[in-house]
C-alpha cells in the first residue's frame, strides 16, 4: 500500500490544526467537520480523536494538496468505505 511521507504528513497535520479537513456535502457536517483530532492518534479508528491522512487522487502524490486529514468517523470511513 502507498503512503505519504513523513515530511509530507506533518506539513498537512500544521495546516489542518488539529482539525479534519473534510468539507464534503454528502456528509452530514456543514462546511468543514472540524472534527478535534489529536496527532498521536493517526490511524486508531476506536479514538475518538483518531484520523487518517486520505489521498484526493488515490495517488499519494508527493503534494500538499493531494493530502486531506480526516478524522476517522465519520469522514475517513465514509470516503473509503463506499
Ligand atoms: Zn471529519
Same mark, same amino acid.
Given at each position: 500500500?502507498?503512503? #505519504?511521507?513523513?515530511?509530507?504528513?506533518?506539513?498537512?497535520?500544521?495546516?489542518?490544526?488539529?482539525?479534519?479537513?473534510?468539507?464534503?456535502?454528502?456528509?452530514?457536517?456543514?462546511?468543514?467537520?472540524?472534527?478535534?483530532?489529536?496527532?498521536?492518534?493517526?490511524?486508531?479508528?476506536?479514538?475518538? #480523536?483518531?484520523?487518517?491522512?486520505?489521498?484526493?487522487?488515490?495517488?499519494?502524490?508527493?503534494?500538499?494538496?493531494?493530502?486531506?486529514?480526516?478524522?476517522?468517523?465519520?469522514?475517513?470511513?465514509?470516503?473509503?468505505?463506499?
Amino acid at each position: 500500500m502507498s503512503e #505519504f511521507s513523513e515530511m509530507l504528513i506533518e506539513k498537512a497535520w500544521a495546516r489542518c490544526g488539529g482539525n479534519c479537513e473534510c468539507e464534503r456535502e454528502e456528509h452530514n457536517h456543514k462546511g468543514r467537520c472540524k472534527n478535534t483530532l489529536i496527532k498521536g492518534h493517526r490511524g486508531d479508528r476506536y479514538s475518538y #480523536f483518531g484520523w487518517e491522512a486520505h489521498s484526493k487522487s488515490g495517488y499519494f502524490l508527493d503534494d500538499l494538496e493531494d493530502v486531506e486529514i480526516l478524522c476517522w468517523e465519520p469522514c475517513y470511513k465514509m470516503v473509503t468505505e463506499k
